[in-house]
């Protein structure tokens, strides 16, 4: 396959100068993110407390580069996908030393690229202009700048979604036929990309094989049979338990001594629906039930301000409704729609303190471009076309708000995990401004 028919492979709803736009508003997200990368290894842009993951990380990190050097095994014992954060940093410091700055750098770069896959992905299914202003708005998005600029895994968590929504946009739009020339690229990107996307951030995998899956489906009984959709649906159901059997094989690996707690895998279902102890009670909690998800919620957040006290002597101040307590099914419902506000758009001016700082003002004032944009999208969503395949971003998103309502703890991790969640609505967003700005007069 020569690079022109990849091109339009991948890439069917550009045009060449269209493609040149694209190639330019990838690069200005790389000189963003190199920029802060750079200035932020001599000046420390926000308090301490922002680099406080990053920094364990990298320290983590550069002993088990050292420990490879020395031919020993480091024992690692994190979640796991902070385990694979540990494990990538690591193999970079074993052969370019501890330059932290260059792997900011290298971030930069895999944030640039996120932002031209994702918009590849929705030019298949909104058109090259949506596409394109939705990759600038991304490209400029303050947050999304700093946290893919630094040694958060926000940058390869970003592309490696990016690369899945890719590859089953472009198997749910190929025509019918196992000899279209979409197919193999989408196979390649969604299978791969939701493989990696697992090993990142396990319930990012869950929801785009969920959501993908059920557009497949939902494509399948509208339009007919076809083997791309096929193609989705048996991609989508084997990669999760597949995923399980592996990883739990690799982390044994990476840690044969280590205890039985942290050989196994808490990123799928055991983390989803948790067995959890009510200490005040003193009984343990059905999984399947209204008070596991609020006790668990305790009990994690509890354990964040213990750990912030003893490692930091610092006191968490952004903790998500640590006294929300569901006896009802009910009592879930209500809290859903509020909670996914909170992670989503919080904080926001006069809904939320600011107390003077300036990390949460300059949140406050992007949440609300982000709200304003938000609403935006719905109305594109409500009066846009229903195509089957736009249904794909729209799960996607559904899926990942509602989980970021029960399992976002503090604002400061949910203002990283949202940026992807939030940039699914961003092309429907830009189909309203790009309709309105056709009909307005010259």
């Given at each position: 396959?020569s690079?022109?028919s990849?091109?339009?492979?991948?890439?069917?709803?550009?045009?060449?100068?269209?493609?040149?736009?694209f190639l330019l508003?990838?690069?200005?997200?790389?000189?963003l993110?190199g920029?802060?990368a750079?200035?932020?290894?001599?000046?420390?842009i926000?308090?301490?407390?922002?680099?406080i993951?990053p920094?364990?990380m990298?320290?983590?990190?550069?002993?088990?580069?050292?420990?490879?050097?020395r031919?020993?095994t480091m024992?690692?014992?994190?979640?796991?996908?902070?385990?694979s954060?540990?494990?990538l940093?690591?193999n970079?410091?074993y052969?370019?030393?501890?330059?932290p700055?260059?792997?900011?750098?290298?971030?930069?770069g895999?944030?640039a690229?996120?932002i031209?896959?994702?918009?590849?992905?929705?030019?298949?299914?909104?058109?090259?202009?949506?596409?394109?202003l939705?990759?600038?708005?991304?490209?400029?998005?303050?947050?999304?700048?700093?946290y893919?600029?630094?040694?958060?895994?926000e940058g390869?968590?970003?592309l490696?979604g990016?690369?899945?929504?890719?590859?089953?946009?472009l198997?749910?739009a190929?025509?019918?036929?196992?000899g279209?020339?979409?197919?193999?690229?989408?196979?390649?990107l969604?299978?791969?990309?939701l493989?990696?996307?697992?090993?990142?951030?396990?319930?990012?995998?869950?929801?785009?094989?969920?959501?993908l899956?059920?557009?497949?489906?939902?494509?399948?009984?509208?339009?007919?049979?076809?083997?791309?959709?096929?193609?989705?649906l048996?991609?989508?159901?084997?990669?999760?338990?597949?995923?399980?059997?592996?990883?739990?094989?690799i982390?044994?690996?990476?840690?044969?001594?280590?205890?039985?707690?942290?050989?196994?895998?808490?990123?799928?279902?055991?983390y989803?629906?948790?067995a959890?102890?009510?200490y005040?009670?003193n009984?343990?909690?059905s999984?399947y039930?209204?008070?596991?998800?609020?006790e668990?919620r305790?009990?994690?957040?509890?354990?964040?301000r213990?750990?912030a006290?003893?490692?930091?002597n610092?006191?968490?101040?952004?903790?998500?409704f640590?006294?929300e307590?569901?006896?009802?099914?009910?009592?879930?419902?209500?809290?859903?729609?509020?909670?996914a506000f909170?992670?989503?758009?919080?904080?926001?001016?006069?809904?939320?303190?600011?107390?003077?700082?300036i990390?949460?003002?300059?949140?406050?004032?992007?949440?609300?471009?982000?709200?304003?944009?938000?609403l935006?999208?719905?109305?594109?969503i409500?009066?846009?076309?229903?195509?089957?395949i736009?249904?794909?971003?729209i799960?996607?998103?559904?899926?990942m708000?509602?989980?970021?309502?029960?399992?976002?703890?503090?604002?400061g991790?949910?203002?990283r995990?949202?940026?992807?969640?939030?940039?699914?609505?961003?092309?429907?967003?830009?189909?309203?401004?790009l309709?309105?700005?056709?009909?307005?007069?010259?």
């Amino acid at each position: 396959m020569s690079i022109k028919s990849l091109q339009a492979a991948l890439l069917p709803a550009l045009s060449a100068a269209q493609f040149r736009r694209f190639l330019l508003v990838v690069a200005a997200a790389f000189a963003l993110r190199g920029g802060a990368a750079v200035l932020s290894e001599s000046l420390a842009i926000f308090p301490g407390y922002y680099y406080i993951d990053p920094g364990v990380m990298d320290r983590i990190a550069w002993k088990k580069a050292e420990g490879w050097r020395r031919g020993e095994t480091m024992q690692v014992l994190l979640a796991p996908s902070h385990r694979s954060q540990v494990f990538l940093l690591a193999n970079v410091y074993y052969h370019i030393g501890h330059h932290p700055v260059v792997v900011k750098l290298l971030y930069a770069g895999v944030g640039a690229l996120a932002i031209g896959a994702l918009a590849a992905a929705f030019s298949c299914v909104f058109g090259a202009g949506p596409a394109l202003l939705a990759a600038l708005v991304m490209a400029l998005w303050p947050s999304h700048v700093f946290y893919t600029s630094q040694l958060y895994k926000e940058g390869p968590v970003f592309l490696t979604g990016a690369l899945t929504l890719w590859g089953g946009v472009l198997l749910l739009a190929s025509p019918p036929g196992i000899g279209s020339r979409r197919l193999w690229p989408g196979l390649a990107l969604m299978g791969l990309g939701l493989f990696l996307t697992a090993f990142l951030r396990a319930y990012l995998m869950l929801g785009l094989a969920v959501a993908l899956g059920l557009t497949a489906a939902w494509r399948w009984a509208s339009k007919g049979f076809a083997q791309s959709l096929f193609c989705v649906l048996i991609i989508a159901a084997s990669v999760p338990p597949m995923y399980k059997v592996l990883s739990a094989a690799i982390y044994r690996r990476q840690a044969p001594a280590a205890s039985p707690e942290f050989l196994k895998d808490p990123g799928i279902q055991d983390y989803i629906v948790p067995a959890t102890y009510d200490y005040k009670r003193n009984e343990y909690i059905s999984p399947y039930s209204p008070r596991s998800i609020s006790e668990f919620r305790r009990n994690c957040q509890f354990e964040d301000r213990k750990l912030a006290k003893v490692f930091y002597n610092r006191t968490i101040g952004t903790q998500l409704f640590p006294d929300e307590d569901f006896e009802t099914w009910g009592d879930v419902l209500v809290f859903l729609p509020k909670a996914a506000f909170y992670t989503l758009f919080m904080p926001l001016p006069g809904l939320y303190p600011m107390e003077g700082k300036i990390g949460r003002m300059l949140a406050a004032a992007e949440n609300v471009l982000l709200l304003a944009l938000s609403l935006c999208a719905v109305a594109g969503i409500l009066k846009g076309p229903k195509s089957s395949i736009r249904m794909a971003p729209i799960l996607l998103f559904l899926g990942m708000a509602a989980g970021s309502a029960f399992f976002e703890f503090d604002l400061g991790s949910a203002s990283r995990h949202k940026l992807f969640t939030l940039s699914l609505l961003l092309p429907f967003a830009a189909e309203v401004f790009l309709r309105r700005t056709s009909r307005s007069p010259a």
